[in-house]
């Protein structure tokens, strides 16, 4: 009874805190968040260890009125109540519906703001910048909505101790995982956000994308918004949309045309003096196979004759593939003829892939009829394609008319000969049994 009690309590203050803060908050929500806290590492060594503690964010594209309080359970050092007045962290991918099983994720951790060497963000710092500003507690936030609809890393400032921090940078992207084929246009998202009354947003920004694949990373391009600079990969073939990442924070990067080599992961970067913020997209170029059944149509002879028949499938990426065989006869009913024996792939030189799998035809062991329609099947990332052939097998002809009247022929002849048979032999028969009747009288 009383353990009930407490948890009716607290639903009712739960409900009564949601009331309140609701009208101040509009729809953004309040966030779960994983502290990641450095811990000292023990024995004064180099190495600390990370621990993760349960924290609030409530958001907010208004300063809050009043601090909100956390469940009653929660130390107050973990409740934050940030501002955000882009309402980037209002989305509603960050706020599921209640019960959904996949859940947002989100991370936070102390940041501390430092100017950067880099070629294209080492200007924003030419002229320092209050560094007084950057005296403050300094939060780098990274969310990922539910079903992969969006990243958002921010940085946010607060000043000392106050646990309500302000959403200084913002980096954004919509297509956290994008499929493309072969040689379309690719468009992945970024899009950034800086605070207008910061100090830091009037000094320039710069965007970089980066590419990694397998631990290889390199350079895609960087710009530098504050004097204009672009540093761009050779071979090219990407590029940014300038005006409108000037005046909307678009830096989507925008690739011509994809290729096998583009998949991978994609790093954009926003730089603001002092502060960085990434989101990572992930690409992977898709192309189903072309398919091919050698030789075409095929014959086959009927008493034992084995073919080896080809299905090759090319053009396709990336590289996992499966082939299997059906055939469809007189009946019109598909069977399974299995998956053949797979050949090793190649690669061509746009990186996409051929393999083959070759079946042993064999018409009566495999009860193949008179024929009918070969097909082979590729199970691929890009879509289940097919092709058929037509099969033969000679010897097997349905009968025409004359062949008919031929048979009845034969079968009258074959008739006439069987009676003509077995009358000879009644007739020896009869008479062995007259012979034998003799001996023994
Ligand atoms: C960003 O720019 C690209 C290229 O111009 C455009 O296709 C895309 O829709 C833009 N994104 C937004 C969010 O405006």
């Given at each position: 009874?009383?353990?009930?009690?407490?948890?009716?309590a607290?639903?009712?203050?739960?409900?009564?805190?949601?009331?309140?803060?609701?009208?101040?908050?509009?729809?953004?929500?309040?966030?779960?968040?994983?502290?990641?806290?450095?811990?000292?590492?023990?024995?004064?060594?180099?190495?600390?260890?990370?621990?993760?503690?349960?924290?609030?964010?409530?958001?907010?594209?208004?300063?809050?009125?009043?601090?909100?309080?956390?469940?009653?359970?929660?130390?107050?050092?973990?409740?934050?109540?940030?501002?955000?007045?882009?309402?980037?962290?209002?989305?509603?991918?960050?706020?599921?519906?209640?019960?959904?099983?996949?859940?947002?994720?989100?991370?936070?951790?102390?940041?501390?703001?430092?100017?950067?060497?880099?070629?294209?963000?080492?200007?924003?710092?030419?002229?320092?910048?209050?560094?007084?500003?950057?005296?403050?507690?300094?939060?780098?936030?990274?969310?990922?909505?539910?079903?992969?609809?969006?990243?958002?890393?921010?940085?946010?400032?607060?000043?000392?101790?106050?646990?309500?921090?302000?959403?200084?940078?913002?980096?954004?992207?919509?297509?956290?995982s994008?499929?493309?084929?072969?040689?379309?246009?690719?468009?992945?998202?970024?899009?950034?956000?800086a605070?207008?009354?910061?100090?830091?947003?009037?000094?320039?920004?710069?965007?970089?994308?980066?590419?990694?694949?397998?631990?290889?990373?390199?350079?895609v391009?960087?710009?530098?918004?504050?004097?204009?600079?672009?540093?761009?990969a050779?071979?090219?073939?990407?590029?940014?949309?300038?005006?409108?990442?000037?005046?909307?924070?678009?830096?989507?990067?925008?690739?011509?045309?994809?290729?096998?080599?583009?998949?991978?992961?994609?790093?954009?970067?926003a730089?603001?003096?002092?502060?960085?913020?990434?989101?990572?997209?992930?690409?992977?170029?898709?192309?189903?196979?072309?398919?091919?059944?050698?030789?075409?149509?095929?014959?086959?002879?009927?008493?034992?004759?084995?073919?080896?028949?080809?299905?090759?499938?090319?053009?396709?990426?990336?590289?996992?593939l499966?082939?299997?065989?059906?055939?469809?006869?007189?009946?019109?009913?598909s069977?399974?003829?299995?998956?053949?024996?797979?050949?090793?792939?190649?690669?061509?030189?746009?990186?996409?892939?051929?393999?083959?799998?070759?079946?042993?035809?064999?018409?009566?062991?495999?009860?193949?009829?008179?024929?009918?329609?070969?097909?082979?099947v590729?199970?691929?990332?890009?879509?289940?394609?097919?092709?058929?052939?037509?099969?033969?097998?000679?010897?097997?002809?349905?009968?025409?008319?004359?062949?008919?009247?031929?048979?009845?022929?034969?079968?009258?002849?074959?008739?006439?000969?069987?009676?003509?048979?077995?009358?000879?032999?009644?007739?020896?028969?009869?008479?062995?049994?007259?012979?034998?009747?003799?001996?023994?009288?």
């Amino acid at each position: 009874m009383t353990s009930f009690g407490v948890v009716c309590a607290l639903c009712l203050a739960a409900v009564a805190a949601f009331r309140v803060h609701g009208a101040a908050c509009s729809s953004c929500p309040v966030l779960e968040c994983w502290f990641v806290q450095e811990v000292a590492g023990r024995g004064g060594g180099l190495t600390g260890s990370a621990n993760q503690v349960r924290s609030l964010l409530h958001i907010s594209t208004e300063p809050h009125s009043r601090p909100p309080r956390g469940p009653s359970d929660m130390d107050p050092e973990r409740v934050f109540s940030i501002t955000d007045p882009a309402g980037t962290l209002c989305h509603s991918a960050l706020n599921p519906p209640s019960g959904s099983i996949k859940k947002p994720q989100c991370e936070m951790n102390r940041f501390q703001p430092q100017p950067s060497h880099l070629k294209w963000v080492a200007t924003l710092t030419d002229s320092a910048t209050s560094p007084a500003y950057l005296q403050a507690d300094w939060f780098s936030v990274s969310n990922q909505g539910f079903n992969d609809q969006l990243i958002i890393s921010s940085i946010l400032r607060a000043p000392a101790a106050s646990r309500e921090p302000d959403v200084i940078l913002s980096v954004t992207t919509k297509t956290v995982s994008v499929q493309a084929r072969l040689g379309e246009p690719v468009l992945l998202d970024c899009s950034l956000w800086a605070n207008p009354a910061s100090p830091l947003s009037g000094s320039g920004f710069a965007v970089e994308w980066r590419y990694q694949f397998r631990g290889d990373g390199r350079l895609v391009l960087a710009y530098d918004g504050k004097t204009d600079y672009l540093v761009e990969a050779q071979g090219g073939g990407a590029t940014l949309d300038f005006e409108g990442l000037h005046e909307r924070g678009n830096a989507s990067l925008i690739l011509q045309e994809a290729k096998v080599h583009h998949s991978g992961m994609y790093i954009c970067t926003a730089y603001l003096p002092y502060l960085v913020a990434q989101v990572t997209v992930q690409l992977e170029v898709v192309e189903p196979p072309s398919l091919a059944i050698y030789p075409s149509p095929v014959a086959l002879a009927v008493p034992g004759q084995a073919l080896t028949v080809q299905c090759e499938a090319s053009g396709f990426a990336p590289l996992s593939l499966e082939l299997s065989w059906t055939f469809r006869g007189a009946d019109g009913k598909s069977r399974s003829l299995g998956s053949g024996s797979m050949t090793g792939h190649r690669e061509a030189w746009d990186g996409t892939f051929s393999q083959s799998s070759r079946l042993e035809l064999e018409a009566a062991s495999m009860d193949l009829g008179k024929g009918g329609a070969l097909g082979c099947v590729a199970a691929h990332l890009g879509g289940t394609q097919q092709t058929s052939v037509t099969l033969n097998v000679a010897g097997f002809n349905s009968p025409s008319i004359e062949d008919s009247m031929a048979m009845v022929g034969v079968a009258l002849v074959l008739y006439g000969l069987i009676k003509f048979i077995s009358w000879l032999f009644t007739f020896s028969g009869s008479a062995q049994d007259n012979d034998k009747d003799k001996k023994c009288k």
